[in-house]
């Protein structure tokens, strides 16, 4: 599985942007996708995630401004940033989980950039 993130910038705190991450390979194979983050000086953390069926799963500091969503036939994931904060300033990325009969792997694709001045 290879993974391609899409849509970081420079913004002003209260605007938006929307992230892609495409998906190529063995794309039959995957779950779960999500977004993580990475600020400088921090611990990669998990942004929001959703499942193959839609379920999804946000971390506290971003619930209500970002939405994840996926289009299964594109292979895309998306996540929606509105009322971005300062805070949200991180490399952004975009990760798959693809599963088997009795495996498991986890797929990162390359950071993608957020930069939200106050």
């Known amino acids: 599985v290879q993974l391609q993130a899409f849509g970081g910038g420079l913004v002003q705190a209260g605007e938006s942007l929307r992230l892609s991450c495409a998906a190529s390979?063995?794309?039959?194979?995957?779950?779960?996708m999500g977004w993580y983050r990475q600020a400088p000086g921090k611990q990669r953390e998990v942004v929001a995630t959703?499942?193959?069926?839609?379920?999804?799963e946000y971390a506290y500091p971003v619930k209500g401004r970002f939405t994840i969503s996926r289009d299964n036939a594109k292979n895309t994931a998306y996540l929606q940033m509105n009322s971005l904060k300062p805070e949200d300033t991180a490399v952004y990325y975009c990760?798959?989980?693809?599963?088997?009969?009795?495996?498991?792997?986890?797929?990162w694709g390359p950071g993608t950039e957020v930069t939200v001045a106050s």
């Open positions: 990760n798959a989980v693809a599963q088997g009969a009795g495996w498991q792997r986890s797929y």
């Open positions: 390979g063995s794309i039959f194979s995957i779950n779960v």
């Open positions: 959703i499942a193959s069926g839609g379920a999804t």
